[in-house]
């Protein structure tokens, strides 16, 4: 079996924060190994992991797609050498990059060569975290178009709630077919506005969960500390997010 989880929303709703939190809570309710796969552009995953990595998966591609000429080695070798080269390997949680969008140019063969190699890639880990970026250029051109569960996050404001929603709509018209899909409001200050939960009951978001602004979170990464590793104990966010992982996740 396995479980395919991603997370989507546009920069600062701490969605990248929330992917770490999601891997940490696999690992601690026995399901492992977890291989987190950064796809946002802006690669942050390995800081709130508490990881470092060298290499990405656009490397490879870009690799392969200037190496046209070299008949030494064949792509499909070339792209598998790559891929593991990329997975950083950790305890219970390994993380690999996707890296920097394509250039310039038709990257249709390096996409289709890459694209078959992480699906077997993928195939050895039964748990996934996937930090999407908000076009979801990686899901939609690489990796296979299913999730298990997808997280929408966004901040209470009535403007990240539409941006949230578009996020919502495009996994429809990307056809990635994604049984369990719920939004959470995270960052929250306060109350949230009526008008907010109105547009949330009206598209019919499924909200799994409201997590509160938190200064434990800001600490953290100030002291560049990785977020993940925070527990309930520390972070009333943290507490929160264990809480919608708990009711979504099983």
């Not at 992917?19 to 995953?45: H, I, Q, S």
């Not at 470092?52 to 080695?73: C, F, N, P, W």
């Not at 890459?114 to 748990?127: D, F, H, I, M, S």
């Not at 056809?175 to 939004?183: G, R």
Request: charged content about 25%; proline content about 3%; hydrophobic content about 40%.
């Amino acid at each position: 079996m396995t479980l395919i989880v991603g997370m989507a929303g546009k920069g600062g709703t701490g969605k990248t924060t929330l992917a770490g939190m999601t891997a940490r809570y696999l690992v601690e309710t026995g399901r492992k190994p977890v291989l987190a796969v950064d796809a946002d552009a802006n690669a942050n995953l390995a800081d709130v992991l508490g990881m470092e990595y060298e290499h990405t998966l656009s490397d490879a591609r870009e690799e392969m797609k200037t190496s046209a000429g070299d008949v030494s080695i064949t792509k499909d070798v070339l792209i598998e050498m790559r891929t593991q080269e990329a997975i950083v390997e950790g305890d219970d949680i390994d993380l690999v990059v996707m890296g920097k969008p394509e250039g310039a140019g038709c990257y249709c063969a390096a996409n289709a060569v890459l694209g078959a190699v992480l699906e077997r890639t993928l195939k050895n880990y039964p748990y996934q975290v996937i930090d999407n970026e908000a076009g979801m250029e990686h899901i939609s051109r690489l990796t296979s178009r299913y999730m298990d569960v997808f997280y929408v996050v966004s901040d209470a404001s009535r403007r990240g709630l539409i941006a949230a929603l578009r996020i919502w709509q495009l996994v429809e018209e990307l056809k990635i077919t994604v049984p369990n899909k719920y939004l959470i409001l995270n960052r929250v200050r306060g109350e949230v506005s009526k008008d907010v939960m109105d547009i949330i009951e009206k598209e019919k978001m499924n909200l799994a969960g409201v997590i509160p602004d938190d200064m434990a979170i800001y600490d953290a990464d100030q002291q560049a500390k990785p977020t993940s590793l925070l527990t309930a104990s520390d972070s009333p966010a943290v507490a929160a997010a264990r809480e919608i992982f708990k009711k979504t996740l099983g």
